[in-house]
């Protein structure tokens, strides 16, 4: 899981076709744990080091104001992250080496609201 700030800046908010910038700055920790590999009190083995990271999220949006309570946001990101799981015995091990959580995303969003 990760946490963090989002900053966002509306360029002409009251035009009907307006465009959007955003960065999410976060931090956040991520652990291995192996569900199927129970000990006899119902405690989790076989789990892996605890890593933390960085995430950085800059996207760009194109906003369509469609009542004064509605908006829908047409928007393209890229997620930038530290190597969560380093190259070691243990991640090779459990395939999460090949684990890449960077790169580039889209989305449709509905805003509701008083703009």
């Given amino acids: ?3 963090g700030l989002y900053f966002e800046y509306i360029y002409r908010p009251l ?3 307006h465009f959007a910038g955003n960065i999410l700055i ?3 920790f991520a652990n291995y744990s192996d569900r199927h590999n129970l000990d006899n009190d119902n405690h ?3 789990i892996g080091p605890t890593r933390t990271y960085i995430v950085l ?3 760009v949006a194109v906003e369509f104001n469609v009542t004064r309570f509605f908006r829908i946001s047409v928007e393209a990101s890229y997620r930038m992250i530290d190597d969560v799981w380093e190259n070691t015995e243990f991640t090779k091990s459990k395939g999460l080496s ?5 790169g580039f995303s889209g989305g449709l969003t509905f ?3 008083s703009f």
């Avoid at 090949?98 to 960077?102: G, H, V």
């Fill in 1 to 3: 899981g990760y946490g």
């Fill in 15 to 17: 035009d009907y076709v």
């Fill in 26 to 28: 976060a931090g956040g």
């Fill in 44 to 46: 989790y083995n076989d």
């Fill in 57 to 59: 999220e800059p996207t």
């Fill in 98 to 102: 090949d684990i890449n959580l960077k």
């Fill in 111 to 113: 805003e509701f609201g």
